[in-house]
């Protein structure tokens, strides 16, 4: 006879293991006045460069936008309307046009929001 299943085993417990990625790219949407919005997407590694990439946003969906430098988040690019689910096509979108092999996994970036 064994007792091996009465071992305590927390459900609530922070797992140690690493089965999610740590470093989150994250794409809010931030209400301004009436119904103008903002995009923001932060979390993104050194090895992409934020001018780089707000210019292809702005020339892909016609929209202006910026570089915040926060002191807790770091460089945020900010675009103005709700770009949410065409940012994340284009972050994770492997064609060469785009991201090509710089593309990142879906589940790297989180869609906050409404």
């Not at 988040?73 to 675009?79: A, C, R």
């Not at 994340?88 to 092999?101: A, E, N, V, W, Y």
């Amino acid at each position: 006879m064994s007792i091996e299943n009465l071992k305590v085993h927390d459900p609530f417990a922070d797992d140690v293991g690493d089965t999610q990625p740590k470093n989150y790219v994250h794409i809010r949407i931030q209400q301004r006045n009436g119904r103008k919005t903002l995009t923001t997407v932060q979390g993104l590694s050194k090895e992409y460069s934020p001018k780089a990439l707000l210019k292809a946003f702005k020339k892909e969906y016609a929209c202006n936008g910026t570089i915040i430098q926060d002191p807790d988040m770091g460089e945020v690019i900010q675009l103005q309307g709700d770009h949410r689910t065409k940012v994340m096509d284009f972050l994770t979108d492997k064609d060469k046009s785009k991201m090509g092999k710089y593309a990142l996994q879906k589940d790297h970036i989180k869609i906050h929001g409404f």
